[in-house]
């Protein structure tokens, strides 16, 4: 069992930084894909950006350029820095994880969220 714990969420102001944590707790050894999804209101859930075990990353395309994934295995952490916010950039951020299982199929793993508000 993994557990996501999040941190770094806030209120900033547009053009501002922000970097957020997840650190995985349990058998974090289960662990192949990490990354960060986001939610608005009434919308769904929205890849933001991942990073493999490899270190290949993969990010949205409204925030390419603006937002850096990395990962520490030592530490069992994900980070997600971001610069450049603007209010489209708000919501709750949730770190998510994947473990492979047999058969091609994944098993997916949610932290609690963490809320950024970009204040125009």
């Known amino acids: 069992q993994v557990q996501l714990v999040e941190s770094g969420g806030g209120l900033v102001q547009a053009g501002g930084s922000l970097r957020l944590s997840c650190a995985a707790v349990?058998?974090?050894?289960?662990?192949?894909?990490i990354g960060w999804y986001r939610q608005v209101p009434g919308n769904q859930r929205e890849l933001v950006a991942t990073?493999?075990?490899?270190?290949?990353?993969n990010y949205a395309d409204s925030v390419k350029g603006r937002f850096t994934i990395s990962r520490d295995d030592a530490k069992n952490m994900v980070y997600l820095q971001m610069n450049s916010l603007n209010a489209e950039d708000t919501a709750v951020y949730y770190c998510?994880?994947?473990?492979?299982?047999?058969?091609?199929?994944?098993?997916?793993?949610w932290g609690q969220g963490t809320q950024v508000t970009v204040s125009s």
């Open positions: 349990g058998s974090a050894f289960r662990i192949d894909a």
């Open positions: 998510n994880a994947k473990s492979p299982l047999p058969y091609g199929r994944t098993l997916d793993y």
């Open positions: 990073i493999g075990k490899g270190g290949i990353t």
